[in-house]
């Protein structure tokens, strides 16, 4: 999971201002569902992962735990808060430790302008057989990640987004599709990052499956696939073998609580203390 944190770091972090302005963007944002677009500007809801509860009861510290789940307040534009419930009093360092699990999957819930998330780029765009090639270029190579190769395909979805750096090489493929109450506009159902890392090939699965709050469509369920692919050489003794390892995560949102105001005045509370 460690190459789609990156991906999803350098995705989100970024600051300052593009060189060129890119109409594939423009016109991806357009056809782009978020819930932002259909007026959500106050959002609470929980999140749990399987067996998270179950895994830490292991800890004979922790005494008997019931349910460890996470409650998320977000108000417009991009203040949050995530809670951690569940656990005794104290333990932070878990509590923030626990946190960072869901942290970069709030993504998926509410997901930020795309063309923001390449700015401080120089962008440039070609046209290629499948449809545009747009190339981030980070000119004085201060950013963690120097170049992006974008391609958008001939009927304006995003398809690949590639990454390179001095320590890694990341191709992230993306999936869209319109729902029932997403008004023909682009949902995101699934993303797959792949990278080579030594000898072994990552490959990084997340699979969203979503629900419709009073209209408002929003994940319901995450699943992600950590799937290690590696080979280990021939000697005298044993012939080569491949091996794969995979790890399922699943994470689960519900309650949500839209525009009820509950998040502004849970984040406005926090700020007075």
Request: proline share 3%; glycine share 4%; hydrophobic share 40%.
């Amino acid at each position: 999971m460690k190459f789609f944190l990156v991906f999803i770091f350098f995705v989100i972090a970024l600051a300052s201002s593009a060189q060129e302005k890119i109409e594939e963007f423009e016109q991806f944002e357009i056809r782009s569902y978020t819930p932002q677009k259909s007026g959500v500007k106050d959002l609470v809801f929980e999140a749990r992962i399987e067996g998270i509860t179950e895994m830490l009861n292991k800890n004979l510290v922790l005494g008997k735990l019931s349910d460890v789940y996470y409650k998320i307040f977000w108000i417009s534009p991009a203040s949050f808060k995530i809670e951690v419930y569940g656990l005794p009093k104290g333990f932070e360092e878990l509590k923030a430790d626990l946190t960072s699990l869901v942290r970069n999957r709030l993504e998926f819930v509410l997901p930020e302008k795309f063309s923001d998330r390449f700015k401080g780029y120089t962008l440039k765009s070609e046209s290629i057989a499948d449809g545009k090639l747009i190339h981030a270029l980070d000119a004085t190579y201060t950013m963690a990640v120097p170049e992006i190769d974008i391609v958008m395909d001939k009927s304006g979805k995003l398809k690949t987004v590639q990454t390179r750096s001095p320590m890694s090489a990341i191709k992230t493929e993306f999936t869209h599709s319109p729902k029932s109450w997403s008004n023909n506009k682009l949902v995101l159902d699934k993303i797959v990052s792949t990278s080579k890392q030594g000898a072994a090939l990552l490959t990084n699965v997340n699979v969203i499956d979503y629900v419709s709050v009073n209209g408002v469509g929003f994940p319901s369920r995450i699943t992600v696939r950590d799937i290690s692919n590696f080979t280990i050489p021939k000697t005298e003794k044993a012939k080569e073998k491949k091996v794969t390892n995979e790890k399922v995560t699943v994470i689960h949102f519900t309650q949500y609580e839209v525009n009820t105001g509950k998040a502004q005045s849970y984040l406005n509370d926090g700020q007075k203390r």
